[in-house]
DNA sequence: GCGACAG
DNA sequence: ATCTTGTCGC
C-alpha cells in the first residue's frame, strides 16, 4: 500500500514539498475526457473526535454511472494549514483508493495542482504517490489572481502565475454560476483536464465524481463518529456532559 | 510586520 | 472543512 511521509512540522512538510515535486509529470496529455473510469476522492473531518473519513467513487466517463466505491476511517495527521492541505487529506485517501475493486483511472481531487504556492498542490502530491492521472478542481480561488470568465458554460480565465505561465483555470461548468479552479496535479495536460470537467459537470457547478464522493466520506465519517460514541460511553445519551466529565 | 489563504 | 432553519424553485 503506498503512503505518504507525514512531517513533523511546517518546514519539513515544505522540504518534502520541494524534494516530490521533482517527480512531477507533465508531459502527458492524459486519458481522453469520456474514456474508460474516473474516480472522485473527498475527506470529512471531526477534528473534535480526532476522526477522519475519506471515500473514492469510480465512475464509468461516458456514462457518469458508479462503478465502484470504498471508504477508509483514520486519525488527524496533520493540521490544516494553506499550502500543505496534502499532509492532512492524503493519508486516508490512499486508504480509500487501496480499498477499490476496480481501476481508478484519471482521479478528481479538491484543491489545487500546479497552481500552488510551490507548484506542488494535493493533486500533484496524490499523482506522485500513486503514479495516476490526477486534476484538482477547487472551489475556491487560493493563491493566484484571475479575471472573471465569460458567463457561459465552458468558458475560461487563465491562472496565472508571477513568470506568466498558465497554472490552472478558473473554469465555467454552468451558465451564470461561480466557475470552479482546476489545474493540473500529475501525467495531465490543462485541456485535458478542463474537459474532463466539463464531462464531469452536466448539471452541477462541482463534477459529478466530488460530489458523490463528498456524500459518500461524509456518510463515512456519521458512521465512525456513532461506533465511537457507541464503544466509549452509552451514558451520553440523554443530555451533553456526563458524570465523568464534570 | 500584517493580512490572506485549497479543505 | 464545519456550525445550521427555513426557504425558493424545479
Sequence with gaps: MTTIRTPADEAEARAIQDELRERVVLDEAGPEA?????TGVDVAYDDERDIVAAAAVVLDAATLAVVDEATAVGRVAFPYVPG?????????????LDALTSDPGLIVCDGYGRAHPRRFGLASHLGV??????????????TF???????????FTPLLADD????????RTQDGVKPVFVSVGHRTALDTACAHTLRLAPDFRVPETTRRADTLCRRAL????????????????????SGAER
Excluded: M
Design 34 to 38: 469520456g474514456t474508460g473510469l474516473v
Design 84 to 96: 500543505l492541505l496534502a499532509f492532512r487529506e492524503i493519508p486516508t485517501v490512499l486508504a480509500a
Design 129 to 142: 504517490l500513486t503514479g495516476l492521472p490526477v486534476i484538482g478542481v477547487a472551489k475556491n480561488p487560493f
Design 145 to 155: 489572481t484571475y479575471e472573471q470568465p465569460g458567463t457561459r458554460r465552458g468558458e
Design 164 to 171: 506568466g505561465e498558465e497554472v490552472g483555470r478558473a473554469l
Design 222 to 241: 456519521r458512521e465512525a463518529v456513532e461506533a465511537a460514541e457507541r464503544a466509549a460511553g452509552p451514558e451520553d445519551t440523554r443530555g451533553n456532559r
